[in-house]
């Protein structure tokens, strides 16, 4: 049996307030992201739920 598991990232934009999710490991921190609706640059400010 495979088994694989996934974290589901949930962001949103600061500048247009667009929403939007990525699929990646448990280890990947997320640190600058282009909002794929505006285009503009985003940096994480803080992540919720941090253990």
């Known amino acids: 049996m ?3 598991k ?3 990232w ?3 934009c600061a500048f247009c307030k667009g ?3 990525i ?3 448990d280890n990947w ?3 600058k992201l282009y909002c794929p609706h505006c285009g503009e640059l ?3 400010d803080q ?3 941090e253990k």
């Open 10 to 12: 949930h962001f949103n």
């Open 29 to 31: 921190k997320p640190k």
């Open 23 to 25: 699929a990646s490991m």
């Open 2 to 4: 495979k088994i694989d």
């Open 47 to 49: 992540i919720q739920n």
């Open 42 to 44: 985003n940096k994480a």
């Open 19 to 21: 929403y939007w999710s």
């Open 6 to 8: 996934e974290t589901i």
